[in-house]
């Protein structure tokens, strides 16, 4: 290792103090050129020299604070960005640097007379103490701080304030912070009680040393063991703290506060009464500034709130302090300006609104405490309070009540217990409709369309649906405010918008109550969409435009008779000269979106047959607002909407879009392949301390400024406009590439394959997901085209996602890398299918051709050594992705183990870690299903090398994420069923006893949120069935009795639960089958009942195939069951009903290869019904 040189060896003349000194005070000039120079004689310092002439400059006497306090932010972030400088030299000459450097800055902690110069010293003198190789209690700035917390007294304020900060960053290694706290924990709490005691008189510097000590005290609680001793001490500083506050309720103090509930749930035990009390007290309070009233009274309430949602099991024991938390939230929530004009001027409904933080704070509060404690006695608080709230007279108190409402109702967990109210909200949100107060009208609108927006409907249309509307279009033709004309029309799109079908056919509502709306289509086209498309205010123009979209797409072909008008409309809004009018319109592009967006749903509500002559005038006007939107004149949510509208209406046009392509294609391309623009700069010339991040826009850039907690800032800018613009263009060429599909020239499909591959390799997830979610979609158009390039591309394409595996975050590799890989299996799948199907249909006569001849792409991608090794890689890389995972999820198993069950702190980011771990299991099972099902036993080996074990473990672990519970029981019954006999010997004992359980647990009925599980559990117990008869006839009987139990419980008698049904189903009708002897008489029965009650299945995709297989099979080997009359009638009624399905798939789908598959299906359905015969 090279020794590092001193400083005297590299300036003969000593430290280079004063040319610090001097470029200090640059520093601070108001001239950029100064400064610039500066920071450039700064940065040509070697490190060794600079770090002891910035600790000189921090501690001589004489030096100005502020350049003080600068040289010391500057000495931690030259440590931070330069350590690398010295990192590799001589171990001893850079722990006497270090040491050099610590000596003056704990000196300047000790001894500066200024606060701010004492703090900034503290943050250098942490920092330079983690760079040393070896760190101890023993080491001086631990030293210091423990002889400082022995002492019986606080010393000077200043002074302590530095000292609890250097504790507080001390405790940021996370090697040393357990032993430190452990030591001098007890003794911190101590000075904490001091600082508090000599705070109450109040002063700044008071204020100041008391946020330190809590701030330590938080950062000393988190480091704490959950088992240790002190922990429960600590809870003595409450009624102190509580005191203080009382006297000085000052924002600083809160947010420690805050945060000292947040990571010590306890911290407040058998105090909230008085915290409370002090709320209350703080939020009934008015200063001279009611800005800075607000801002206190609301960290007042996040304090109160978070300490009661930072205990949910606690709190749900002791509603009775809830619920006057909830009293003074729901009170918070009315208290807005009386200021109506200024409310009714907003422009646009997004904007932020200045005014009334303190109401959406407390909104927000609110509604948290619902969502965290979920708690159905909790939302009876919430609306028995809007209930009372609504029998006031104030007209503030009734705003309250629809403001929380409507927030309840957006709210997942809270949702359903408002909607069980509904006719009543409903009522109370039409009578206010007649308020005379616009902005009581506006939340009652804005109430029904959460409440419209959460809303599940099926079936005809009712009276009170009728009415509703009725009364929605009347206030609309009578209201003047717009705002609440915005909001009433929002209303309108979401009440048609709940009549949509939600499938893959499109949004046209059915038949039946199309027929009962239809007069109030018209209605609400004749006097709130025509109208109002020529509104003088802008978003109510597009508004109107955007109830015309939904109701084009709820009416579907029903629209062609109003499509020659509207389409006129479209016409006149796109025929404008597009620079021009941008210019002349503020919000020019809002208005040119809502148009395009109207144009798509346009398109497609009427179909191609209608809408076909002006399409290409449509397609034309759109590549012109790409050009408008390449030059720079309009926004970049313009261009990435006119790019989704190119991609509905080639959809709509299918492979008659194939002609616009040559002008399309350059277009996109060009947005693909744009530079996107990113820099990082160090703000280093401001002394800002407090963390936090801001965004700023200027043209297409966007600058975010983050300031950490050590007071690092950091300035990235990033040209936002280009990202926007490229996932726009990306999202478009997948859109293109599945509308036309193998019609796409091959030259075509190759040149777009190459932009997205390398994309898919760019610095932004945002870029890389849509380029990698494109990528499946553009090779599968070389499926039939060109059988070479396909698999040369899905070659290509797998193993640049394998790599992706370990480049790209966890997050990243569940979101969009691990389902691009399952996508491309699946097109090969797919490709195997059509094969398949086509020798299946050759063999049956029904096919000629010899399309199904030959080596599928799967085989032709890799030979047999290369499929070994890229298997062995792809699972070896899943096995590695997960692993931390799963090793994290188990810690904090471990963890809980110590905890007090009633305050247990319910972290939310936790909770997301949780949510984030089961997305990962799932996305690994799902590429590991397409992989079984394509290679089959090949994949084994490195299955049980790299995935058997962090499986496996999910399953074994009682407490284990259930998600990851239900993608374990899925991989396995994949493996088994694709893997044959072999795994079903390895796998059977791992699955079965712990799907058994979940199919019927020994403790509890089935509710819905066991469906997934069931389905996973259901889908096993078959695949063991089936695979492993050994391992089977063992549990037999069991397995009967769970699926049996299963099946008769209520939750899978509904249509919401079907798949799982159809799961539990299918898996008895493989046991009925494959082991007739051994289940003896009871099989006749099972099998009749069975096919009477659930088949046809419905739902589950697979499970559907895997019927036709076990039906066709049976009645091809003449299976003992069908002997009985009953059950060979029943297996007829079924396989006509697959059929007549099958027929229709066959028939309508548009895609060729899934044609295929249906129709080798209907043949092998048909056959088997001629053999019944």
Same mark, same amino acid.
């Given at each position: 290792?090279?020794?590092?040189?001193?400083?005297?060896?590299?300036?003969?003349?000593?430290?280079?103090?004063?040319?610090?000194?001097?470029?200090?005070?640059? +520093?601070?000039?108001?001239?950029?050129?100064?400064?610039?120079?500066?920071?450039?004689?700064?940065?040509?310092?070697?490190?060794?020299?600079?770090?002891?002439?910035?600790?000189?400059?921090?501690?001589?006497?004489?030096?100005?604070?502020?350049?003080?306090?600068?040289?010391?932010?500057?000495?931690?972030?030259?440590?931070?960005?330069?350590?690398?400088?010295?990192?590799?030299?001589?171990?001893?000459?850079?722990?006497?640097?270090?040491?050099?450097?610590?000596?003056?800055?704990?000196?300047?902690?000790?001894?500066?007379?200024?606060?701010?110069?004492?703090?900034?010293?503290?943050?250098?003198?942490?920092?330079?103490?983690? #760079?040393?190789?070896?760190?101890?209690?023993?080491?001086?700035?631990?030293?210091?701080?423990?002889?400082?917390?022995?002492?019986?007294?606080?010393?000077?304020?200043?002074?302590?304030?530095?000292?609890?900060?250097?504790?507080?960053?001390?405790?940021?290694?996370?090697?040393?912070?357990?032993?430190?706290?452990?030591?001098?924990?007890?003794?911190?709490?101590?000075?904490?009680?001091? =600082? !508090?005691?000599?705070?109450?008189?109040?002063?700044?510097?008071?204020?100041?040393?008391?946020?330190?000590?809590?701030?330590?005290?938080?950062? *000393?609680?988190?480091?704490?063991?959950?088992?240790?001793?002190?922990?429960?001490?600590?809870?003595?500083?409450?009624?102190?703290?509580?005191?203080?506050?009382?006297?000085?309720?000052?924002?600083?103090?809160?947010?420690?506060?805050?945060?000292?509930?947040?990571?010590?749930?306890?911290?407040?035990?058998?105090?909230?009464?008085?915290?409370?009390?002090?709320?209350?007290?703080?939020?009934?309070?008015?200063?001279?500034?009611?800005?800075?009233?607000?801002?206190?009274?609301?960290?007042?309430?996040?304090?109160?709130?978070?300490?009661?949602?930072?205990?949910?099991?606690?709190?749900?024991?002791?509603?009775?302090?809830?619920?006057?938390?909830?009293?003074?939230?729901?009170? *918070?929530?009315?208290?807005?300006?009386?200021?109506?004009?200024?409310?009714?001027?907003?422009?646009?409904?997004?904007?932020?609104?200045?005014?009334?933080?303190?109401?959406?704070?407390?909104?927000?509060?609110?509604?948290?405490?619902?969502?965290? +404690?979920?708690?159905?006695?909790?939302?009876?608080?919430?609306?028995?309070?809007?209930?009372?709230?609504?029998?006031?007279?104030?007209?503030?108190?009734?705003?309250?009540?629809?403001?929380?409402?409507?927030?309840?109702?957006?709210?997942?967990?809270?949702?359903?217990?408002?909607?069980?109210?509904?006719?009543?909200?409903?009522?109370?949100?039409?009578?206010?409709?007649?308020?005379?107060? $616009?902005?009581?009208?506006?939340?009652?609108?804005?109430?029904?369309? *959460?409440?419209?927006?959460?809303?599940?409907?099926?079936?005809?249309?009712?009276?009170?649906?009728?009415?509703?509307?009725?009364?929605?279009?009347? &206030?609309?033709?009578?209201?003047?405010?717009?705002?609440?004309?915005?909001?009433?029309?929002?209303?309108?799109?979401?009440?048609?918008?709940?009549?949509?079908?939600?499938?893959?056919?499109?949004?046209?509502?059915?038949?039946?109550?199309?027929?009962?709306?239809?007069?109030?289509?018209?209605?609400?086209?004749?006097?709130?969409?025509?109208?109002?498309?020529?509104?003088? /205010?802008?978003?109510?123009?597009?508004?109107?435009?955007?109830?015309? &979209?939904?109701?084009?797409?709820?009416?579907?072909?029903?629209?062609? #008779?109003?499509?020659?008008?509207?389409?006129?409309?479209?016409?006149?809004?796109?025929?404008?000269?597009?620079?021009?009018?941008?210019?002349?319109?503020?919000?020019?592009?809002?208005?040119?979106?809502?148009?395009?967006?109207? $144009?798509?749903?346009?398109?497609?509500?009427?179909?191609?047959?209608?809408?076909?002559?002006?399409?290409?005038?449509?397609?034309?006007?759109?590549?012109?607002?790409?050009?408008?939107? &390449?030059?720079?004149?309009?926004?970049?949510?313009?261009?990435?909407?006119?790019?989704?509208?190119?991609?509905?209406?080639?959809?709509?046009?299918?492979?008659?879009?194939?002609?616009?392509?040559?002008?399309?294609?350059?277009?996109?391309?060009?947005?693909?392949?744009?530079?996107?623009?990113?820099?990082?700069?160090?703000?280093?010339?401001?002394?800002?301390?407090?963390?936090?991040?801001?965004?700023?826009?200027?043209?297409?850039?966007?600058?975010?400024?983050?300031?950490?907690?050590?007071?690092?800032?950091?300035?990235?800018?990033?040209?936002?406009?280009?990202?926007?613009?490229?996932?726009?263009?990306?999202?478009?060429?997948?859109?293109?590439?599945?509308?036309?599909?193998?019609?796409?020239?091959?030259?075509?499909?190759?040149?777009?394959?190459?932009?997205?591959?390398?994309?898919? @390799?760019?610095?932004?997830?945002?870029?890389?997901?849509?380029?990698?979610?494109?990528?499946?979609?553009?090779?599968?158009?070389?499926?039939?085209?060109?059988?070479?390039?396909?698999?040369?591309?899905? @070659?290509?394409?797998?193993?640049?996602?394998?790599?992706?595996?370990?480049?790209?975050?966890?997050?990243?590799?569940?979101?969009?890398?691990?389902?691009?890989?399952?996508?491309?299996?699946?097109?090969?799948?797919?490709?195997?299918?059509?094969?398949?199907? !086509?020798?299946?249909?050759?063999?049956?006569?029904?096919?000629?051709?010899?399309?199904?001849?030959?080596?599928?792409?799967?085989?032709?991608?890799?030979?047999?050594?290369?499929?070994?090794?890229?298997?062995?890689?792809?699972?070896?890389?899943?096995? #590695?992705?997960?692993?931390?995972?799963?090793?994290?999820?188990?810690?904090? !198993?471990?963890?809980?183990?110590?905890?007090? /069950?009633?305050?247990?702190?319910?972290?939310?980011?936790?909770?997301?870690?949780?949510?984030?771990?089961?997305?990962?299991?799932?996305?690994?099972?799902?590429?590991?299903?397409?992989?079984?099902?394509?290679?089959?036993?090949?994949?084994?080996?490195?299955?049980?090398?790299?995935?058997?074990?962090?499986?496996?473990?999910?399953?074994?672990?009682?407490?284990?994420?259930?998600?990851?519970?239900?993608?374990?029981?899925?991989?396995?019954?994949?493996?088994?069923?694709?893997?044959?006999?072999?795994?079903?010997?390895?796998?059977?004992?791992?699955?079965?006893?712990?799907?058994?359980?979940?199919?019927?647990?020994?403790?509890?009925?089935?509710?819905?949120?066991?469906?997934? $599980?069931?389905?996973?559990?259901?889908?096993?117990?078959?695949?063991?069935?089936?695979?492993?008869?050994?391992?089977?006839?063992? @549990?037999?009987?069991?397995?009967?009795?769970?699926?049996?139990?299963?099946?008769?419980?209520?939750?899978?008698?509904?249509?919401?639960?079907?798949?799982?049904?159809?799961?539990?189903?299918?898996?008895?009708?493989?046991?009925?089958?494959?082991?007739?002897?051994?289940?003896?008489?009871?099989?006749?029965?099972?099998?009749?009942?069975?096919?009477?009650?659930?088949?046809?299945?419905?739902?589950?995709?697979?499970?559907?195939?895997?019927?036709?297989?076990?039906?066709?099979?049976?009645?091809?080997?003449?299976?003992?069951?069908?002997?009985?009359?009953?059950?060979?009638?029943?297996?007829?009624?079924?396989?006509? =009903?697959?059929?007549?399905?099958?027929?229709? /798939?066959?028939?309508?789908?548009?895609?060729?290869?899934?044609?295929?598959?249906?129709?080798?299906?209907?043949?092998?359905?048909?056959?088997?019904?001629?053999?019944?015969?």
């Amino acid at each position: 290792m090279p020794p590092m040189p001193s400083p005297a060896t590299l300036n003969p003349m000593g430290h280079p103090t004063a040319t610090v000194q001097e470029a200090l005070k640059a +520093l601070q000039s108001p001239d950029n050129a100064v400064r610039s120079a500066s920071e450039a004689a700064l940065g040509g310092f070697p490190l060794a020299q600079l770090l002891p002439a910035l600790a000189q400059s921090v501690r001589e006497d004489g030096v100005p604070s502020s350049e003080q306090h600068l040289a010391a932010i500057l000495l931690r972030r030259c440590l931070q960005s330069r350590w690398s400088e010295v990192e590799n030299s001589n171990p001893a000459d850079t722990d006497a640097l270090l040491q050099q450097t610590l000596e003056c800055l704990l000196q300047a902690v000790l001894e500066s007379s200024e606060g701010m110069v004492k703090k900034s010293a503290a943050d250098a003198a942490a920092e330079v103490w983690r #760079r040393k190789q070896t760190r101890s209690l023993e080491d001086a700035p631990v030293a210091i701080v423990a002889r400082w917390l022995a002492e019986p007294e606080l010393g000077q304020l200043e002074t302590a304030t530095a000292l609890f900060r250097l504790f507080d960053r001390l405790c940021e290694d996370e090697e040393i912070a357990p032993r430190l706290t452990q030591t001098h924990g007890a003794s911190l709490a101590r000075k904490v009680a001091l =600082a !508090l005691q000599q705070g109450r008189g109040g002063g700044k510097e008071s204020e100041a040393c008391m946020t330190a000590a809590l701030e330590a005290l938080v950062t *000393c609680v988190s480091s704490l063991p959950s088992s240790s001793t002190i922990r429960a001490s600590l809870c003595d500083l409450a009624p102190l703290l509580l005191s203080v506050l009382f006297v000085s309720p000052s924002p600083a103090l809160f947010v420690s506060s805050q945060q000292l509930a947040e990571t010590f749930p306890q911290f407040f035990a058998g105090h909230h009464a008085a915290l409370l009390e002090l709320v209350v007290r703080v939020v009934g309070s008015h200063g001279a500034d009611a800005g800075a009233d607000d801002d206190v009274k609301a960290v007042a309430l996040n304090v109160a709130v978070s300490a009661v949602t930072s205990a949910p099991k606690w709190a749900r024991k002791n509603l009775n302090i809830v619920k006057p938390l909830l009293e003074v939230l729901a009170d *918070c929530c009315g208290r807005v300006t009386s200021d109506e004009e200024t409310w009714s001027s907003k422009d646009r409904e997004e904007d932020d609104d200045e005014e009334d933080r303190l109401a959406q704070e407390a909104l927000a509060l609110a509604t948290r405490v619902a969502e965290r +404690l979920n708690n159905n006695a909790v939302l009876e608080m919430l609306l028995h309070i809007c209930t009372s709230f609504l029998a006031s007279d104030d007209w503030r108190r009734h705003l309250a009540a629809l403001s929380l409402l409507a927030a309840l109702l957006e709210e997942e967990h809270s949702s359903l217990s408002v909607i069980a109210h509904s006719d009543e909200v409903v009522a109370v949100c039409l009578l206010r409709l007649q308020s005379p107060h $616009a902005r009581l009208r506006w939340a009652a609108l804005n109430c029904l369309c *959460c409440l419209l927006q959460q809303e599940e409907r099926e079936g005809s249309v009712t009276e009170r649906e009728k009415n509703l509307l009725e009364k929605l279009l009347e &206030s609309l033709h009578n209201e003047t405010n717009n705002r609440c004309r915005r909001k009433g029309l929002q209303a309108v799109a979401e009440f048609f918008s709940n009549f949509g079908a939600d499938d893959d056919e499109g949004p046209a509502m059915d038949p039946e109550v199309y027929a009962q709306l239809s007069p109030y289509i018209e209605a609400a086209l004749q006097n709130a969409v025509v109208p109002l498309c020529d509104s003088s /205010d802008a978003q109510t123009q597009e508004l109107a435009l955007a109830v015309g &979209s939904v109701l084009a797409q709820v009416s579907g072909q029903h629209f062609q #008779r109003f499509f020659s008008f509207f389409m006129g409309a479209v016409r006149r809004l796109l025929s404008v000269d597009f620079p021009s009018f941008l210019k002349t319109h503020p919000h020019g592009c809002s208005l040119l979106e809502t148009a395009v967006e109207f $144009a798509g749903a346009l398109a497609t509500a009427v179909g191609m047959e209608v809408f076909a002559p002006d399409a290409p005038w449509l397609l034309e006007r759109l590549v012109e607002i790409q050009n408008v939107c &390449s030059e720079g004149t309009a926004d970049a949510s313009l261009q990435a909407t006119a790019m989704e509208a190119v991609g509905i209406v080639a959809k709509v046009m299918g492979p008659a879009a194939l002609p616009f392509l040559p002008a399309v294609s350059p277009i996109v391309l060009a947005r693909v392949r744009q530079h996107v623009d990113c820099d990082f700069a160090e703000a280093i010339a401001t002394g800002n301390e407090e963390a936090g991040a801001s965004v700023s826009e200027e043209g297409r850039i966007s600058k975010v400024n983050i300031t950490d907690k050590s007071g690092r800032q950091t300035v990235i800018s990033i040209n936002t406009a280009a990202v926007e613009e490229k996932c726009a263009a990306l999202r478009l060429l997948a859109s293109l590439a599945t509308s036309v599909g193998g019609q796409m020239p091959p030259d075509t499909a190759v040149e777009w394959a190459a932009a997205v591959t390398a994309e898919s @390799r760019g610095r932004f997830a945002l870029i890389r997901k849509e380029a990698l979610g494109a990528l499946p979609a553009i090779v599968n158009c070389l499926s039939a085209s060109d059988f070479g390039q396909f698999v040369r591309l899905s @070659r290509e394409s797998l193993a640049l996602l394998v790599e992706a595996v370990k480049e790209n975050s966890a997050r990243h590799v569940s979101d969009f890398v691990l389902p691009a890989a399952t996508q491309l299996l699946q097109n090969l799948s797919l490709e195997k299918e059509r094969k398949e199907a !086509l020798k299946g249909l050759s063999a049956l006569g029904e096919r000629q051709d010899a399309g199904g001849e030959g080596a599928t792409a799967a085989e032709a991608a890799f030979s047999l050594e290369e499929r070994k090794a890229f298997l062995s890689q792809i699972f070896e890389a899943m096995g #590695r992705f997960l692993i931390p995972i799963l090793t994290e999820e188990f810690e904090r !198993l471990a963890s809980k183990e110590g905890e007090d /069950d009633e305050w247990e702190n319910v972290d939310e980011d936790e909770e997301e870690a949780t949510e984030v771990a089961a997305e990962a299991y799932d996305a690994v099972m799902q590429a590991t299903g397409a992989l079984f099902k394509l290679y089959g036993g090949e994949c084994l080996a490195s299955f049980d090398a790299h995935l058997k074990m962090p499986f496996g473990a999910l399953l074994a672990h009682e407490q284990a994420n259930p998600g990851g519970k239900v993608s374990a029981l899925c991989i396995f019954a994949d493996a088994i069923t694709f893997g044959g006999a072999e795994a079903g010997k390895m796998y059977a004992e791992v699955i079965l006893p712990a799907a058994l359980l979940t199919v019927c647990p020994p403790s509890a009925a089935l509710v819905e949120d066991d469906v997934y $599980a069931v389905s996973a559990a259901a889908y096993g117990i078959g695949a063991v069935a089936m695979h492993s008869r050994e391992a089977f006839l063992a @549990r037999r009987e069991g397995a009967i009795e769970a699926l049996t139990r299963a099946l008769q419980s209520p939750v899978l008698q509904t249509d919401d639960c079907r798949s799982a049904a159809d799961c539990a189903a299918c898996a008895l009708l493989k046991i009925a089958l494959l082991y007739t002897r051994e289940v003896g008489e009871q099989s006749a029965t099972i099998f009749t009942e069975l096919l009477k009650r659930w088949f046809p299945l419905k739902d589950d995709a697979q499970e559907i195939d895997a019927s036709i297989d076990l039906l066709a099979n049976m009645v091809a080997e003449n299976h003992i069951l069908l002997q009985a009359a009953a059950a060979k009638e029943e297996c007829r009624r079924v396989l006509l =009903a697959l059929l007549a399905e099958k027929t229709k /798939d066959a028939e309508s789908s548009k895609d060729e290869d899934k044609k295929l598959v249906a129709m080798w299906k209907k043949a092998r359905v048909q056959k088997a019904l001629e053999l019944i015969r």
